[in-house]
């Protein structure tokens, strides 16, 4: 398969404790989107790279979090003192810069948080 | 800031049957439009697009939207649905000129087709 993988697909936390949750884009694509998804509601942009440089984060993205994509190919999301309303669906997407343009970007099929 | 608003959070009709999902977006700038479709289980898809020229655009499987300046619309819709049409989906924008995907999106219209 040489879609976008997340992993863990699902990740059940006591309020407090840190986790991370990791995206492996398509190959050939140079940008990788987070994404933040709660219950009813559509994805809400967290934050996007162009290789390994973060180029831009939302407000949404509180110090807790923080992302990195170190060589510029897989990328790790970190949520510090994990607080109940992080609870969401957090998405990974990446895109060739052809299709950035277009919008076509490719999304994994996200990794689900329960905190507790 | 762009907004989108989708009019129907679900919309269940039956196999063979006409649909149309309703999206309305506000942005004080040009827009790039989008409609994304999530299957059970799978990541978000691109289903088709508005860039610029014709304002009526296809998707492979039989859908259709229309972007409508004036009303600030970009309806799908789809003369006779299948059941493989079961599926959440979502109308998104992009600013014009972005360089790079921040999509805002709609929160979603689940449509169940059924037999």
């Known amino acids: 398969d040489t879609g976008v993988s997340q992993n863990p697909r699902h990740k059940i936390t006591k309020r407090g404790q840190n986790v991370t949750f990791r995206c492996d884009p398509i190959?050939?694509?140079?940008?990788l989107y987070w994404y933040r998804q709660t219950l009813g509601q559509g994805p809400e942009f967290l934050t996007y790279f162009q290789n390994e440089a973060q180029l831009e984060k939302s407000r949404l993205l509180s110090d807790r979090f923080s992302a990195e994509r170190p060589k510029g190919s897989f990328s790790t999301l970190e949520i510090q003192r994990t607080e109940q309303g992080d609870s969401a669906m957090y998405l990974c997407?990446?895109?060739?810069?052809?299709?950035?343009?277009?919008?076509?970007?490719?999304f994994g099929e996200g990794s689900r948080l329960t905190v507790l | 800031a762009q907004s989108v608003t989708q009019l129907d959070s679900q919309v269940p009709v039956f196999e063979e049957a006409p649909v149309e999902l309703r999206c309305n977006y506000s942005s004080s700038v040009s827009v790039y439009l989008f409609w994304y479709v999530q299957y059970p289980n799978q990541g978000l898809q691109l289903l088709l697009k508005y860039l610029s020229g014709s304002t009526l655009v296809e998707s492979i499987n039989g859908f259709e939207a229309e972007f409508n300046k004036s009303q600030t619309s970009f309806h799908l819709r789809k003369p006779s649905v299948h059941i493989s049409d079961t599926a959440e989906y979502f109308c998104?924008?992009?600013?014009?000129?972005?360089?790079?995907?921040?999509?805002?999106f709609g929160q979603g219209t689940i449509l169940t087709v059924h037999p």
């Open positions: 997407a990446s895109s060739s810069p052809s299709g950035t343009n277009t919008g076509e970007l490719f």
């Open positions: 998104a924008v992009s600013r014009v000129g972005t360089s790079y995907g921040k999509l805002t």
């Open positions: 190959s050939e694509h140079n940008r």
